[in-house]
């Protein structure tokens, strides 16, 4: 059977999700290999294996946390190169997707990015794309070179499909330019103890509507009493309410949840283009003509001061 | 000594139009009208900057595109870049992002460069890759994806905010680098610019002036085959009631209903 590069995304060996819904996917076309990089590299094996990885490749060196991209690259290609897989799958982050496209440049290949399913093909891996703010739905599929995919969050099942997972020690040797950009600082971002926002199974979000930085105390409480993720609308990072990373939107995340509740959020094409895939959307405004109330399944025309508190209280007593 | 910028940016189909595809695939351009990508117009901002801190700097903003696209160019221009270089070329039809880079990077190292600066992604196909293709292509350190840039002595430094941590990157020139809409407020063109735009110099280049053959871009020599585009179906009709003081409940009920609580 064919082999598929799987690119594991994980922080200090914890594997994220989206990596494990990778390789739900890679099954379906092929066997999962996965490449799992710098520190921590090795803890992640025994989840990959959980999850189908036949095999392991592992790699830790300085240069992947000095240096930006290029590092990762040359592992990424180093593994191709050993494994000459019939797919390379990367997680869509802003990092995979950068990774995933210099590979492709490298091997020659064409690049599909923010796939949210793939099934095997008589050519090849067909891939489905949103496109338009999620108001078109293509099949692509890469026509030259080995094809290089990255896959948007929560667009697989996670199953468990334990396979061999066999660890095996990838020689990198890193290219010329490995070392070109920096990282002098790191900051990491600080935990909130929610969801990650691209991750979350459900999304609870504010707009202008919100009115006030100390307002999103409300939009938290509910989120807290779902178990869900915090995002925020353009308009209320651009105010300064929230910060830019739980921004949706087109310059934001794009966010596909089971359940997104949008609150005090008009619902313009920018928002709308992050996350009008959401299976079950439901919207709060005090604007009955708002353009969010045509995507939703049900809208609650009235004051979000009102309805989101009475919302939380009600979530909070039903799961006693 | 000149600090050489080149923009790269994008002339979009707008997207509060009635964005589709047409019976090729590609996108449909003549229904819907085109502007510069918003999300580049950080990046000519972000370059007008650069250049005024620089003792001599010359901006220069590229786009590969069919005619309408001198609409992008000029709104660069009208905010204050300096000239313009346009790669039109009937063969380039439905070019995907491989082949416009490689077009992109070509017309770059014609044009001469010091420092490349893009945008985060198009608005139209929002890949998001275009900047760290065209550093790989052009053999030069990407630095992507900032919130902050400046540029002093040679070396770029800039912020960039990832998922899992924010990093302080740090490169020489040449480099290419792309801002987000963090990045700071784009200018809107004054009335002067939008004169003195109309005066400034817009290169046209075509395939050949970049040695590209034909079947290296186009539809057919694309790297990747669209195969279907269907358009989605509208959201079936939800409920929607108006709050009279039970509001929160009813949604608790629905979503109860729905197996979330």
């Given at each position: 059977m064919a082999e598929i590069l799987v690119y594991v995304d994980h922080v200090d060996g914890a594997v994220r999700k989206p990596t494990l819904e990778l390789l739900t996917l890679a099954r379906r076309i092929g066997e999962p290999v996965a490449v799992a990089l710098g520190n921590g590299a090795a803890d992640t094996a025994a989840v990959l294996a959980e999850h189908g990885a036949v095999k392991v490749l592992t790699a830790d060196a300085p240069e992947?946390?000095?240096?930006?991209?290029?590092?990762?690259?040359?592992?990424?290609?180093?593994?191709?190169?050993?494994?000459?897989?019939?797919?390379?799958?990367?997680?869509?982050?802003?990092?995979?997707?950068?990774?995933?496209?210099?590979?492709?440049?490298?091997?020659?290949s064409g690049i599909i990015t923010d796939a949210v399913d793939l099934e095997a093909g008589d050519e090849g891996p067909v891939a489905t794309q949103s496109a338009f703010a999620a108001s078109f739905t293509t099949k692509s599929r890469v026509s030259k070179g080995t094809p290089v995919i990255t896959v948007k969050p929560n667009s697989a099942p996670v199953e468990a499909a334990p396979?061999?997972?066999?660890?095996?020690?990838?020689?990198?040797?890193?290219?010329?330019?490995?070392?070109?950009?920096?990282?002098?600082?790191?900051?990491?971002?600080?935990?909130?103890?929610?969801?990650?926002?691209?991750?979350?199974?459900?999304?609870?979000?504010?707009?202008?509507?919100?009115?006030?930085?100390?307002?999103?105390?409300?939009?938290?409480?509910?989120?807290?009493?779902?178990g869900a993720a915090v995002g925020?609308?353009?308009?209320?990072?651009?105010?300064?309410?929230?910060?830019?990373?739980?921004?949706?939107?087109?310059?934001?995340?794009?966010?596909?949840?089971?359940?997104?509740?949008?609150?005090?959020?008009?619902?313009?094409?920018?928002?709308?283009?992050?996350?009008?895939?959401?299976?079950?959307?439901?919207?709060?405004?005090?604007?009955?003509?708002?353009?969010?109330?045509?995507?939703?399944?049900?809208?609650?025309?009235?004051?979000?001061?009102?309805?989101?508190?009475?919302?939380?209280?009600?979530?909070?007593s039903r799961k006693g | 000594?000149?600090?050489?910028?080149?923009?790269?940016?994008?002339?979009?189909?707008?997207?509060?139009?009635?964005?589709?595809?047409?019976?090729?695939?590609?996108?449909?351009?003549?229904?819907?009208?085109?502007?510069?990508?918003?999300?580049?117009?950080?990046?000519?901002?972000?370059?007008?900057?650069?250049?005024?801190?620089?003792?001599?700097?010359?901006?220069t903003v590229l786009t590969v595109g069919p005619e309408d696209a001198k609409d992008a160019l000029r709104k660069a221009l009208s905010m204050g870049a300096d000239k313009a270089v346009h790669v039109e070329d009937d063969d380039l039809h439905g070019t995907d992002v491989m082949g416009t880079s490689l077009v992109l990077a070509k017309a770059i190292e014609k044009t001469g460069y010091d420092v490349v600066i893009a945008g985060m992604a198009s608005t139209d196909g929002t890949m998001g890759v275009l900047p760290a293709i065209l550093a790989e292509r052009l053999g030069v350190p990407q630095v992507t994806l900032l919130s902050e840039v400046s540029i002093e002595d040679g070396v770029v430094k800039g912020r960039r905010d990832g998922d899992t941590a924010s990093e302080q990157l740090e490169a020489s020139l040449p480099a290419v680098v792309s801002v987000t809409d963090?990045?700071?407020?784009?200018?809107?063109?004054?009335?002067?610019?939008?004169?003195?735009?109309?005066?400034?110099?817009?290169?046209?280049?075509?395939?050949?002036?970049?040695?590209?053959?034909?079947?290296?871009?186009?539809?057919?020599?694309?790297?990747?085959?669209?195969?279907?585009?269907?358009?989605?179906?509208?959201?079936?009709?939800?409920?929607?009631?108006?709050?009279?003081g039970e509001g929160g409940k009813q949604l608790a009920e629905f979503l109860a209903s729905q197996k979330f609580i």
């Open positions: 992947f946390a000095e240096y930006l991209v290029v590092p990762k690259v040359d592992a990424l290609q180093a593994a191709y190169e050993a494994v000459s897989p019939a797919a390379v799958l990367v997680p869509s982050s802003a990092e995979g997707k950068e990774i995933a496209a210099r590979l492709a440049v490298r091997i020659g396979a061999a997972g066999a660890v095996e020690t990838l020689a990198v040797s890193f290219s010329e330019k490995a070392q070109g950009t920096k990282i002098v600082a790191r900051t990491p971002r600080e935990s909130t103890g929610r969801p990650e926002l691209t991750e979350a199974a459900i999304v609870v979000s504010g707009g202008r509507g919100v009115n006030g930085a100390e307002n999103f105390a409300i939009i938290e409480a509910l989120a807290d009493s779902l925020a609308s353009r308009a209320a990072v651009d105010a300064g309410w929230y910060p830019h990373s739980n921004q949706v939107g087109q310059t934001g995340k794009s966010v596909s949840p089971q359940l997104y509740i949008a609150s005090g959020i008009s619902g313009a094409i920018q928002h709308r283009a992050g996350m009008q895939t959401s299976k079950t959307i439901v919207a709060i405004n005090k604007d009955a003509e708002a353009p969010i109330f045509e995507l939703v399944d049900y809208g609650v025309v009235g004051d979000l001061f009102d309805v989101v508190p009475q919302l939380t209280e009600e979530v909070k | 000594m000149s600090l050489r910028i080149v923009v790269c940016v994008k002339y979009v189909p707008d997207a509060t139009g009635d964005r589709h595809f047409a019976d090729d695939l590609t996108v449909d351009r003549d229904d819907v009208d085109g502007l510069l990508s918003e999300l580049d117009e950080y990046a000519v901002e972000q370059a007008l900057q650069i250049a005024e801190e620089a003792d001599d700097a010359e901006v963090q990045s700071g407020e784009a200018r809107y063109p004054s009335f002067k610019g939008i004169m003195a735009a109309k005066k400034k110099p817009v290169e046209s280049l075509d395939l050949s002036d970049l040695d590209i053959e034909a079947d290296e871009v186009g539809l057919e020599g694309s790297w990747t085959a669209v195969d279907s585009a269907t358009e989605r179906p509208a959201r079936t009709a939800g409920t929607i009631v108006k709050d009279e």
